[in-house]
């Protein structure tokens, strides 16, 4: 079935580089680009237009790191750093997953704010409950959310008796809930929590499953200095914190690891070797004091850079806002380096947000042809009055920085309308 989208189509196919196409069209052929126009094709005269009108048509957004389990203690216990935070809030917060009723109520609303919010990929932390993953999963689904979602893994230093299994428990039920696994946009993908939360004879299980069933692995790196001595501690035979999941065959291509805000030259140099992705999660440094990431360098040397909500250490869900928030960091960085440094620009920050999370997934650069459409639909006739007419370009900024989620009238997820409330934003 063709169907056409008519609006003012923006997307970032490459870092630094904007395609505005101002009154364009979109062709879709069951949900695949067919192509973006400025004038439609004669081919496809008669066929079903569904014009947006003035609104923007932009790609939307790959949350590459966040926490499911934390969405119900979000803006609760910022003051603490990363140790003391995990265990008076995340861990007894987590273990509440026990309940797959509760984590129903939760994960319901959870994929619900996510679509309403223009984020139609995830890479997902779970907790270590296997029902409770399973019914996260087909929640996204239900919502089209689209991606990865993984049981977290941990046999040491969680809250014994209430949030840690043992190493066979944890690889038990890894292999039990692989086997579970039937949804279509939503995958598993292995999840040992982080170097301190499991045991080498854990890691190297799970290095065996993810070769086995050849899965992708997400976790965590060098994200607060406190951390990383601790990992020197656990692991006194690895240099480096990336050597400790490298020597279990979990430091691999596509390998997810948040935050790497203290990884040095060697580290990132062994993540762009090996096809690691690091997963930027700047609201969440700076929130829990962790540090403020060299992200503008990382690019610079080629590490492949994605962004992350990280709730609940970050306390922003919608991408638009991590986005900023990225931007932010980046400037804030710069100062720290005695303008040194660069920045990143709203350009190269949405395609962060966008283009560089949809690809961990198979996506082309921007809206090209072949891929299933992934879109938000923005309206902002609400936001003030400027000046003069803007520009396409002013508005996406604008759009960037100002829009709320009603401002998101419309999103696309995996070549399928999910959500649709431009009745609603006219009510308004
Ligand atoms: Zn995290």
Same mark, same amino acid.
């Given at each position: 079935?063709?169907?056409?989208?008519?609006?003012?189509?923006?997307?970032?196919? =490459?870092?630094?580089?904007?395609?505005?196409?101002?009154?364009?069209?979109?062709?879709?052929?069951?949900?695949?680009?067919?192509?973006?126009?400025?004038?439609?094709?004669?081919?496809?005269?008669? =066929?079903?237009?569904?014009?947006?009108?003035?609104?923007?048509?932009?790609?939307?957004?790959?949350?590459?790191?966040?926490?499911?389990?934390?969405?119900?203690?979000?803006?609760?216990?910022?003051?603490?750093?990363?140790?003391?935070?995990?265990?008076?809030?995340?861990?007894?917060?987590?273990?509440?997953?026990?309940?797959?009723?509760?984590?129903?109520?939760?994960?319901?609303?959870?994929?619900?704010?996510?679509?309403?919010?223009?984020?139609?990929?995830?890479?997902?932390?779970?907790?270590?409950?296997?029902?409770?993953?399973?019914?996260?999963?087909?929640?996204?689904?239900?919502?089209?959310?689209?991606?990865?979602?993984?049981?977290?893994?941990?046999? @040491?230093?969680?809250?014994?008796?209430?949030?840690?299994?043992?190493? =066979?428990?944890?690889?038990?039920?890894?292999?039990?809930?692989?086997?579970?696994?039937?949804?279509?946009?939503?995958?598993?993908?292995?999840?040992?929590?982080?170097?301190?939360?499991?045991?080498?004879?854990?890691?190297?299980?799970?290095?065996?499953?993810?070769?086995?069933?050849?899965?992708?692995?997400?976790?965590?790196?060098? !994200?607060?200095?406190?951390?990383?001595?601790?990992?020197?501690?656990?692991?006194?035979?690895?240099?480096?914190?990336?050597?400790?999941?490298?020597?279990?065959?979990?430091?691999?291509?596509?390998?997810?690891?948040?935050?790497?805000?203290?990884?040095?030259?060697? !580290?990132?140099?062994?993540?762009?070797?090996?096809?690691?992705?690091?997963?930027?999660? +700047?609201?969440?440094?700076?929130?829990?004091?962790?540090?403020?990431? +060299?992200?503008?360098?990382?690019?610079? !040397?080629?590490?492949?850079?994605?962004?992350?909500?990280?709730?609940?250490?970050?306390?922003?869900?919608?991408?638009?806002?991590?986005?900023?928030?990225?931007?932010?960091?980046?400037?804030?960085?710069?100062?720290?380096?005695?303008?040194?440094?660069?920045?990143?620009?709203? =350009?190269?920050?949405?395609?962060?947000?966008?283009?560089?999370?949809?690809?961990?997934?198979?996506?082309?650069?921007?809206?090209?042809?072949?891929?299933?459409?992934?879109?938000?639909?923005?309206?902002?006739?609400?936001?003030? !009055?400027?000046?003069?007419?803007?520009?396409?370009?002013? @508005?996406?900024?604008?759009?960037?920085?100002?829009?709320?989620?009603?401002?998101?009238?419309?999103?696309?997820?995996?070549?399928?309308?999910?959500?649709?409330?431009?009745?609603?934003?006219?009510?308004?």
């Amino acid at each position: 079935m063709i169907r056409i989208l008519k609006g003012h189509i923006v997307s970032a196919p =490459e870092l630094g580089k904007l395609d505005v196409t101002e009154n364009g069209f979109m062709v879709l052929e069951d949900g695949v680009i067919r192509g973006v126009y400025e004038q439609l094709p004669e081919q496809y005269a008669g =066929e079903e237009v569904t014009d947006y009108g003035d609104c923007l048509i932009m790609q939307s957004f790959a949350d590459m790191h966040l926490h499911a389990p934390q969405y119900p203690m979000l803006g609760m216990g910022m003051d603490l750093p990363l140790l003391d935070w995990l265990n008076t809030y995340a861990f007894p917060t987590e273990a509440r997953f026990a309940d797959p009723d509760y984590a129903r109520r939760v994960y319901r609303r959870l994929a619900s704010d996510l679509i309403t919010n223009g984020t139609t990929r995830v890479c997902m932390f779970s907790s270590l409950h296997t029902e409770a993953t399973w019914i996260l999963m087909e929640e996204l689904e239900k919502a089209g959310v689209t991606g990865y979602v993984g049981k977290v893994n941990m046999d @040491r230093n969680g809250a014994p008796g209430v949030l840690e299994e043992t190493t =066979e428990q944890s690889v038990e039920e890894t292999l039990r809930w692989l086997d579970g696994c039937c949804w279509e946009h939503v995958k598993p993908i292995l999840t040992p929590r982080f170097t301190p939360s499991c045991t080498d004879s854990l890691m190297a299980r799970l290095g065996m499953i993810a070769a086995e069933q050849d899965l992708y692995v997400q976790s965590h790196l060098s !994200e607060s200095t406190a951390e990383m001595e601790w990992v020197r501690q656990l692991s006194p035979d690895c240099r480096q914190y990336w050597e400790t999941y490298e020597k279990y065959g979990l430091w691999k291509d596509h390998t997810l690891m948040a935050h790497c805000v203290w990884s040095d030259e060697t !580290e990132r140099a062994a993540m762009k070797r090996a096809g690691v992705v690091a997963v930027h999660c +700047p609201d969440s440094n700076v929130n829990i004091c962790s540090g403020v990431c +060299p992200v503008r360098k990382m690019l610079d !040397e080629g590490v492949w850079v994605t962004l992350g909500s990280d709730i609940a250490g970050g306390a922003l869900l919608p991408m638009f806002r991590v986005i900023t928030s990225a931007i932010r960091a980046s400037k804030t960085r710069r100062i720290m380096d005695d303008w040194k440094t660069g920045f990143l620009t709203v =350009e190269e920050a949405y395609y962060l947000g966008t283009t560089s999370g949809h690809r961990y997934f198979g996506a082309g650069k921007g809206f090209v042809p072949g891929d299933r459409l992934h879109a938000v639909v923005v309206d902002d006739r609400d936001l003030p !009055e400027a000046i003069r007419p803007l520009s396409v370009r002013e @508005r996406f900024e604008r759009a960037v920085y100002m829009m709320h989620r009603h401002n998101i009238t419309a999103v696309w997820s995996d070549g399928r309308p999910v959500v649709d409330r431009r009745d609603e934003f006219a009510k308004m």
